[in-house]
């Protein structure tokens, strides 16, 4: 068996780096990112269900989400906020089998609590990803994953001013009592 200091797996994590806009309406993006030569790599709806075991990952403002698509299912860890201009944290995300994870989760005495489902469209822009996402109760927002030039590129081209910009998770917007 291998263990692995804390330093290690920091020196092997994948950082993620986004930015959050709050959007009116995704038709203008839309045709925004059809003349820009976006990719549309998928659409459709997922179920979002954070797990945890008491408080542990929230104490560390970190989570554990699995997610279900259509086409596939993922657990993903993601670290709290690093400081940065943009929402940069650690991510480790790998497919899974969602009846089967649901099942080791529980029997290592994780508990679901929260889930929420949404409608997103995923684009590629060069190296950026860029997503259209339909909370609940009809609220559109955009995201864009990519380095800091990438964001800051695709956002001016797309129209988006610093005062769209969203600070807080999904989470954080969907269940603001539990983040007080």
């Known amino acids: 068996m291998t263990c692995y200091n804390a330093s290690a ?10 930015q ?22 998928n659409q459709g709806f997922e179920l979002n269900e954070f797990w945890d075991q008491g408080r542990l ?6 989570v554990l989400r699995l997610r279900k698509t259509d086409l596939r299912s993922s657990l993903a860890y993601k670290s709290d906020t690093l400081r940065h201009r943009y929402t940069k944290r650690i991510e480790h995300e790998t497919a899974v089998d969602y009846p089967q994870t649901r099942e080791i989760l529980r029997h290592l005495n994780f508990r679901c609590w929260r889930r929420y489902k949404k ?5 590629r822009l060069r190296s950026a990803l860029i997503t ?3 909370l609940p109760g009809s609220r559109w927002y955009l995201e864009i994953e990519g380095s800091p030039a990438a964001i800051r590129r695709i956002a001016s081209k797309l129209e988006l001013p610093p005062s769209r910009q969203v600070k807080k998770s999904y989470l954080e917007i969907l269940f603001p009592k539990d983040f007080r």
């Open 9 to 18: 797996i920091m020196m092997t994590s994948k950082y993620e780096i986004e």
């Open 20 to 41: 959050k806009y709050k959007i009116d309406s995704p038709i203008y993006i839309r045709r925004l990112l059809k003349i820009l030569g976006a990719r549309i790599l």
């Open 119 to 123: 409608f997103r469209e995923t684009y």
């Open 132 to 134: 259209l996402d339909k």
């Open 57 to 62: 990952l929230r104490r560390h403002k970190s």
